[in-house]
């Protein structure tokens, strides 16, 4: 079996409710999750705060044990395989220190090379390599305490690949850089991707998401929301692109034309009227033409593309009845978690 297969994943902290001589309870941060990650493919997994991404990366990273359920890479168990599966995955957090700060930046890729067995002409010729790509070769021999955090960052996504993984787990790789290392890291991951890497994928930068995966997992509460390319996701809820037309000169013609395509109108203090309609379908240019035949004379035109965070909020807002619908697959999954309550996706590891 080729690729990452999560099924009916579940993993238990024990905690404590009042401080640490209160009574230990468990806590349940991924809730029967399945997810497939196949070589090939950048997959996403998208939730709130708190839903559980951070957690189960760590389990198949093996970093975690599961309470129960399983994870296999390529038919091999993460935990009676875990030496075997680390061969064939390595891991970029963001949110966390990966590399050691008393060595070099040469020294900290060297000494993760040798621990994935690279051959020595191969670790070579691959740190230079990446030292070159995430902009550090003048800095490779510089101790790693005296990098900025986007530096350490940067050293860090070069450790991750310094293995050339099968599988690579990114969990919020690009907080944290500047925008060029950032793109550049998009490009990498992309062409990791062509060439048959299997990438899983959390960000909170969703326009990130939207360009880099094929397929989305949105969790909550450690659950299975809904599933689907972020194009399927948006539709599925709802989400449609919104057209705003301002006519400086509205009158009962216009207004007809308004009601008619069912848009919402709003007037200005300058007496013109910003007439609003949100559409799956690119709707601008009739509407724009029938309010020009109608007499108006438009004074601005905006389109705003329908937004991944709106579908995942949306599916976070929605009673659990209503989430056992939303599946964009063919196979119904349980829904899980409560309200967002507003806030927004994907800002700190769960």
Request: charged share 25%.
């Amino acid at each position: 079996m080729q690729g990452i297969a999560v099924r009916a994943l579940r993993k238990e902290f024990p905690v404590r409710d009042r401080g640490i001589l209160g009574p230990r309870t468990r806590k349940t941060a991924v809730d029967g999750l399945d997810l497939d990650i196949p070589p090939g493919r950048i997959t996403g997994l998208l939730g709130l705060n708190g839903a559980g991404k951070t957690t189960t990366i760590k389990t198949i990273a093996t970093l975690l044990r599961p309470t129960s359920g399983t994870v296999t890479v390529d038919g091999l168990d993460t935990v009676a395989d875990a030496r075997a599966v680390r061969r064939r995955i390595n891991l970029i957090a963001g949110g966390e220190r990966m590399v050691y700060t008393r060595m070099t930046g040469r020294e900290n890729l060297w000494y993760f090379g040798q621990l994935y067995d690279v051959p020595k002409p191969q670790l070579r010729r691959r740190i230079h390599e990446l030292l070159a790509l995430v902009g550090l070769s003048d800095a490779a021999d510089t101790m790693v305490e005296r990098y900025s955090r986007g530096m350490t960052q940067r050293l860090a996504i070069a450790r991750g690949l310094i293995n050339e993984p099968d599988y690579l787990l990114l969990d919020e790789p690009t907080l944290g850089l500047d925008a060029p290392i950032a793109r550049d890291l998009r490009r990498v991951v992309a062409r990791l991707a062509v060439d048959g890497t299997g990438v899983l994928l959390t960000s909170h930068y969703l326009a990130e998401v939207e360009e880099l995966c094929g397929h989305v997992y949105v969790i909550s509460g450690g659950r299975h929301l809904a599933e689907g390319s972020p194009a399927e996701l948006k539709a599925a809820t709802g989400s449609h692109r919104t057209v705003r037309i301002t006519v400086t000169n509205p009158g009962e013609r216009v207004t007809a034309v308004a009601e008619a395509f069912g848009a919402a109108r709003e007037p200005r203090a300058d007496g013109g009227e910003v007439i609003t309609l949100r559409h799956p379908d690119d709707i601008a240019g009739p509407l724009a033409a029938a309010l020009v035949e109608a007499g108006g004379t438009i004074g601005g035109l905006e389109i705003a593309e329908a937004s991944l965070e709106d579908a995942i909020l949306t599916l976070a807002d929605r009673t659990p009845e209503d989430r056992g619908s939303e599946n964009t697959d063919s196979e119904n999954r349980r829904p899980g978690g409560g309200s967002s309550g507003g806030r927004t996706p994907e800002v700190a590891p769960a």
